[in-house]
């Protein structure tokens, strides 16, 4: 009679074992894979954060560029005015058509 309760009570702790120890591994298994979720959260936070200093410093240099070629276009206009002659100083062209003379003489 002893060995009539053994193979059940055998079976029922080798199967309480079992799933203990599947508990476990798979427990481990999403604890592994919570971590590695937050490390890919913090990397993806820090990314994002880079990403908008990024952009900000983009526009930043884009205002300051813009202000750049605004101050050169104005002192380029202002010298300019300043060293072009007046038309009636212009140079006159020795040829009447307005074509240089490149005729050998």
């Given at each position: 009679?002893?060995?009539?309760?053994?193979?059940?009570?055998?079976?029922?702790?080798?199967?309480l074992?079992?799933?203990?120890?599947?508990?476990?591994?798979c427990?481990?298994?999403?604890?592994?894979?919570?971590h590695?979720?937050?490390?890919?959260?913090?990397?993806?936070?820090?990314?994002t954060?880079q990403?908008?200093q990024?952009?900000?410093?983009?526009?930043?240099l884009q205002?300051?560029?813009s202000?750049?070629?605004r101050?050169?276009?104005?002192a380029?206009?202002?010298?300019?005015?300043?060293?072009?002659?007046?038309?009636?100083?212009?140079?006159k062209?020795?040829?009447?058509?307005?074509?240089a003379?490149?005729?050998?003489?």
């Amino acid at each position: 009679m002893e060995f009539f309760w053994a193979v059940p009570v055998a079976a029922i702790a080798a199967g309480l074992l079992v799933g203990a120890v599947m508990r476990t591994r798979c427990r481990r298994r999403v604890e592994r894979w919570a971590h590695r979720l937050v490390k890919s959260d913090a990397k993806l936070d820090a990314s994002t954060k880079q990403l908008a200093q990024a952009r900000k410093q983009i526009e930043k240099l884009q205002r300051e560029l813009s202000e750049a070629r605004r101050a050169a276009a104005v002192a380029s206009s202002q010298l300019g005015s300043q060293r072009s002659p007046p038309a009636s100083q212009a140079p006159k062209s020795a040829s009447s058509n307005g074509f240089a003379d490149t005729m050998p003489m």
